[in-house]
């Protein structure tokens, strides 16, 4: 039986979806991040699949580990990466409903990437009701952080991927339906300045600012970016009372480079930037890092070419390029695991109150990855 003759019900997918969506799972907060795993778990244990709750960890939710009965249950097979959290703190949804206008459906966090994941589950559950078995045994691993750079999850990550043959990432699909073989190596940084205080009013020359420190960091830090490595700033906070000069702000800043080399230039250079001026100190520490995952890697082409066979069955041109947007497939395929990134849905507004998804997506990518689970072996 072919992957293309699955009987994909596409308003039934619809329906099983939106609780995937309506419970938000912003990555700050691990319960809502366990009710989420709760809402996934219940379907996945629905198709069939054997589950596991791995325990949170460094202040984050749990994470899910999927496995589907197999004959060869245990051994090297197809590991789908994907993550729960979004960027969207609880309350977005009422700025975002769910909702379906003109081909499209409406939610927080449904193309980063909800969809995606929940695309890949179908395609197993189809799968299964079809009485087929795959090549390969299929294992998803769903993780709660992938939003803040993976801190507590990578090693989880790295470990299972070595466990298996491929991995399959079904972040968004890129606009013109490729996918993404290679990204770019991203590094986070934690900012501080630490000021002297004092009464705003009756003794603003006695205080150090260490907010307005901190606003003259944030050009200097942006202008260092170049072809070769890009930083910016994307949170600031700082301060308690405006009647008290400042004696605290923090930040958090951003870079990202084409090579490792690149980026640690860019890191070194970060690091520099610590000291103190005008009794004002001003202290960068690393953060999280990901590693670059090299484009055009003989394994991954490999593998794209494989699923470029079976989007061709299904009627469209899926491309490749790398990206300079982070995932977990920079773990993954850094490690030299053939790897396949952004198999998921098409859709827009990521990180945005519009995010949505096409609709007609859902049923295509489900099939896509249905052919990629019966073709790897």
């Given amino acids: 039986m072919s992957f293309l003759a699955l009987d994909f019900d596409n308003e ?20 809502a991040l366990a009710r989420m795993v ?26 899910l580990r999927v496995k589907f009965p197999h004959p060869d249950f245990g051994k090297p097979g197809i590991l789908v990466s ?14 975002n409903p769910w909702r379906r206008e003109e081909g499209k459906i409406y939610g927080p966090g449904i193309q980063d990437m909800k969809a995606g994941n929940f695309v890949a ?14 090549p390969l045994p299929v294992t998803l691993l769903l993780t709660p952080d992938e939003e803040i750079g993976t801190p507590a999850t990578r090693g ?25 073989i290679g990204r770019y190596a991203i590094a986070r940084y934690n900012l501080e300045t630490r000021g002297v205080p004092s009464h705003a009013g009756w003794a603003l020359k006695d ?10 960091k944030i050009p200097l830090i942006e202008g260092m970016t170049s072809d070769d490595c890009t930083f910016s700033v994307g949170v600031i906070r700082g301060g308690t009372w405006v009647n008290c000069v400042s004696s605290s702000c923090f930040a958090e800043a951003l870079s990202m480079a084409k ?6 230039r860019g890191v070194a250079a970060m690091l520099g930037l610590s000291g103190s001026e005008n009794d004002v100190e001003f202290i960068v520490t690393r953060g999280v890092t990901r590693p670059v995952w090299k484009p055009g890697q003989p394994q991954d082409i490999a593998l794209y070419d494989r699923a470029k066979g079976i989007a061709a ?29 952004s198999t998921g849905v098409l859709g827009a507004g990521l990180h945005t109150l519009t995010e949505h998804i096409i609709e007609a997506s859902l049923l295509e990518r489900a099939r896509f990855h249905a052919g990629l689970f019966l073709d790897l072996n």
């Fill in 259 to 264: 090579t490792d080399e690149d980026l640690e």
């Fill in 121 to 134: 589950l179908e395609a197993m559950r189809r799968i299964m009701r079809a009485g087929l078995v795959t």
């Fill in 313 to 341: 069955q299904l009627g469209f041109t899926l491309g490749h390029q790398p990206s300079g947007g982070g995932s977990d497939g920079n773990f993954t395929g850094a490690l030299g695991i053939p790897t396949i990134d």
């Fill in 82 to 95: 994907g993550h729960l959290d979004t960027v969207h703190p609880i309350g977005t949804l009422a700025q």
């Fill in 156 to 180: 989880l990550i790295e470990q299972e991927a070595l466990l298996n043959r491929y991995v399959v990432v079904p972040e968004p699909a890129l606009k013109d339906q490729s996918c993404v």
């Fill in 38 to 63: 709760d809402v996934v778990a219940f379907d996945c244990a629905a198709a069939g699949a054997t589950i596991e709750v791995i325990p949170g960890r460094m202040g984050c939710g749990p994470s």
């Fill in 207 to 216: 205080g150090r600012s260490a907010i307005a420190t901190m606003a003259r």
């Fill in 12 to 31: 039934d997918m619809i329906r099983r979806l939106r609780p995937w969506i309506e419970t938000e799972s912003p990555t700050f907060d691990a319960a």
